[in-house]
């Protein structure tokens, strides 16, 4: 198993998972969308991220890889909020990871197993089209072919995952994280561009690792969409994103693990008949400092309206 030997440094990696691999950043295209009042949705999903993990060289660990697999579901849910268009999301993610690396020049290896933090997410648009039934949504947008929204949305992650303070990898963060974002879509015919701020405010973890106290500092991040639609309903996209910040302070000693990260990927999705819909996304996560990880991310969805 990982063992690490220093507590000032034992922040900068779970952050280094947490916000690179399982959640933190992300790159996600439809965020905004209109779902017409009255109809709900479920999904399913699987996430594969594998790559490199880069430690401070402090900690001895080298050559360090990851793969993780998530199983997620999801339920969404639009709502009418003084005719302006609400929408609230849930996602509840289930992790499989597994690290193997060289720690002190030994082979070493870790996994975990079992409930991520869910995430719920309520957004309101302050400016498009209103809140509108399926055949009012329809006529709207066939009637303005060229509009713009914009919204803003609070995501809340739940500490509920897997979590134990006597090791240093897990799966939950034992801190809630608030995530307020603000976003732009202008849609014209069948184009959409969409922009994206978002910053993560995390609560301090009182039971951090070895009796520890952990804080960490805002992450600030921003991504940006091109989307392309077709009249068979079935669209593409192509994204990035980048996020910078997020120090760890352990016990008040402040640590140097400042991220910066830079996201690229595209998505595609097509419908299957009326009401289900599939999604492929593939995205590539690199960091720009010496500690971090280089991943490669594939995630394929299906939902269901009703």
């Known amino acids: 198993m990982f063992c690490i030997y220093s507590n000032k440094l034992t922040s900068a990696i779970i952050f280094l998972f947490f916000s690179i691999v399982l959640k933190g950043q992300d790159i996600e295209p439809r965020r905004w969308g209109n779902i017409p009042i009255g109809v709900q949705a479920v999904g399913f999903g699987y996430a594969y991220s594998f790559g490199d993990v880069l430690f401070d060289p402090l900690l001895e660990a080298e050559d360090v890889e990851v793969d993780v697999h998530t199983m997620v579901g999801s339920f969404v849910h639009p709502l009418r909020l003084a005719k302006k268009y609400a929408r609230l999301d849930v996602l509840v993610p289930v992790s499989f990871a597994r690290w193997e690396g060289l720690l002190s020049g030994i082979p070493a290896s870790a996994e975990r197993n079992g409930l991520a933090d869910p995430r719920i997410r309520f957004s309101i648009h302050l400016k498009g089209p209103p809140a509108l039934g399926p055949a009012e949504l329809k006529k709207y947008q066939a009637e303005n072919p060229k509009y713009t929204t914009i919204g803003v949305s609070l995501a809340v992650s739940l500490p509920l995952g897997q979590y134990n303070d006597e090791k240093i990898l897990n799966l ?36 951090f690792f070895n009796d520890s106290e952990k804080e960490q500092k805002p992450l600030f991040s921003t991504q940006t969409h091109l989307i392309k639609f077709f009249p068979s309903r079935a669209w593409v996209a192509i994204g990035a994103a980048f996020g910078a910040g997020g120090q760890s302070v352990v016990n008040r000693q402040p640590n140097n693990d400042v991220r910066g990260n830079f996201l690229a990927g595209f998505s595609f999705g097509y419908p299957l008949g009326q009401k289900q819909n599939i999604k492929l996304t593939y995205f590539r996560s690199e960091t720009l400092k010496d500690i971090g990880a280089i991943t490669n991310n594939v995630v394929l969805g299906w939902s269901v309206a009703f």
């Open 172 to 207: 939950g963060l034992n801190q809630f994280v608030f995530r307020p974002q603000a976003g732009l879509v202008h849609n014209w015919g069948l184009w959409s561009y969409e922009l994206t701020a978002s910053v993560l405010f995390f609560t301090d973890n009182n039971d």
